[in-house]
């Protein structure tokens, strides 16, 4: 089925071996910045509140749940990533497991379409916030497009700068949001708390807490951004498995803390209802200096998520297009710093596409992060079957890092995908507008893969390449 040779071989000696122009520069804490900076985001901040919200301490069960599901993607993401160690991430694997069309959907679906959808909702949301704290003193979206545009330039340099930057950024925001579940669960907060008990109505299968683990999901989804790097990781066999797990794990105790502490300030039903939990609950705990905390909170997770999206897409761009599954101009590197630019350029651009659109409507920002929730957990599904297929092609291939459990983990996951696919609306009104938007631009994605894949590369939908000319390239 596949060359005796390869079977003797590192797949990471290979990747080595091959030509490469970028130098690893990223350790264990870099990657772990990442895998945390892209998943606490304002939108995270945002829908956790409003599950707390609607569940209150019973919220910690969908969110356990969530943590488990988050456990079993970060376990194949891992075992595909040091197997098949290419820039392309997921595109890669899913072209030597399944094939070019789910390669080309799983990683549009995932990837570029979440980046049209969540990263302009984060960037809306950062517009919503700065305006409602310092109202009037800047001109709508200047806020949101002058960080677009910064973070643009910044990738631009390259990724020792995009390293630096994202430590700064993932660590100042997880501390703010540690500090306010601290000072809120303590008492230490500047302003009183309320005065009923959190759990004097604590009923952990009530108020659809099992439907919750949807919405809990989308705190946990993004950790797997540390893939595409994997060529300019050191010591990738250790570091990429420990920053996704130590992500996650870091990221479940600080949503925990920051949900519940929430619930000792802030009604409930405020926090269900608003589209601006986070900004009630800063206020309610540090009154008006609880401002100057949710702005540096809304700052540094925006421009975390950003930057780390900037990073990591357009190499996933860069390595489907090595793989002949996009267009070739992805693959042009800038002479000094070796960044995708072109890349870089294409994805700034998705980004702020939606933004024109939506404008400064606080109602699009719900739709635009369930909606890609759909296209994300999309592609959580097609990794986990990367895994199963590649287990049975490719039974005795030496993998640096291997899933525990296997299959468990696996069908696991893909149940738990479904199910919080299933559940994505929290309300009946919400469910045509946000299928029909993931539906239609992932319909648009699947017509553009079939056309490229035929008329282009010329080659079958569906027939896996073979692993040793992908990890030869």
């Not at 200047?142 to 631009?156: D, E, R």
């Not at 989804?221 to 996650?248: D, H, K, N, Y």
Request: glycine share 8%; proline share 7%; with cysteine.
């Amino acid at each position: 089925m596949h060359d005796p040779d390869i079977s003797l071989a590192s797949p990471l000696g290979l990747a080595q071996a091959t030509a490469r122009t970028r130098k690893p520069s990223l350790g264990l804490s870099a990657l772990l910045a990442v895998a945390i900076g892209l998943v606490v985001s304002q939108g995270v901040m945002v829908l956790m509140l409003q599950g707390a919200g609607i569940a209150g301490l019973g919220f910690l069960i969908p969110l356990a749940l969530a943590f488990v599901l988050a456990l079993t993607y970060v376990l194949s993401f891992a075992e595909l990533a040091l197997m098949i160690p290419r820039a392309g991430s997921l595109s890669s694997y899913t072209e030597v497991a399944l094939g070019h069309f789910p390669a080309i959907l799983a990683t549009f679906s995932g990837y570029v379409v979440v980046a049209m959808f969540a990263l302009s909702a984060e960037l809306l949301l950062l517009d919503l916030i700065i305006n409602e704290v310092y109202p009037g003193t800047f001109p709508s979206m200047l806020i949101a497009y002058g960080v677009l545009i910064g973070f643009t330039l910044l990738n631009l340099l390259g990724i020792d700068v995009f390293a630096r930057l994202q430590s700064a950024l993932a660590l100042i925001m997880v501390i703010v949001l540690l500090a306010l579940g601290l000072a809120a669960v303590t008492g230490s907060g500047s302003e009183p708390a309320l005065n009923t008990s959190i759990s004097s109505d604590w009923n952990p299968l009530g108020a659809g807490v099992l439907t919750l683990v949807a919405l809990a999901v989308w705190g946990f989804v993004g950790a797997e951004f540390v893939c595409p790097l994997v060529e300019e990781s050191r010591q990738p066999q250790r570091t990429i498995p420990w920053s996704m797990i130590l992500g996650v794990t870091v990221i479940f105790v600080t949503i925990a803390l920051y949900s519940i502490g929430a619930l000792f300030y802030v009604p409930q039903e405020e926090l269900a209802g608003s589209a601006l939990p986070h900004y009630l609950f800063a206020t309610a705990l540090f009154g008006e200096a609880g401002k100057i905390f949710l702005v540096i909170a809304a700052i540094t997770a925006t421009c975390s998520t950003l930057n780390t999206s900037l990073a990591a897409i357009p190499r996933m761009l860069y390595g489907m297009a090595v793989n002949g599954q996009a267009f070739p101009q992805f693959k042009l590197l800038s002479k000094k710093h070796k960044a995708p630019w072109v890349a870089v350029l294409f994805v700034a651009a998705i980004t702020g596409l939606p933004v024109v659109f939506m404008g400064d409507d606080p109602a699009a920002i719900g739709l635009l992060l369930l909606a890609a929730a759909v296209a994300w957990l999309l592609a959580y599904i097609i990794c986990h079957l990367d895994v199963i297929a590649l287990r049975r092609r490719y039974p005795d291939l030496p993998r640096p890092f291997k899933t525990p459990f296997y299959p468990l983990p696996q069908i696991l996951g893909i149940a738990g995908m479904l199910v919080s696919i299933y559940y994505v609306s929290p309300t009946p009104e919400m469910t045509a507008s946000i299928f029909y938007s993931a539906g239609a631009v992932l319909g648009l994605v699947s017509l553009i893969a079939v056309l490229w894949i035929k008329l282009v590369m010329g080659k079958p939908l569906f027939t896996p390449e073979p692993l040793e000319q992908v990890l030869a390239r």
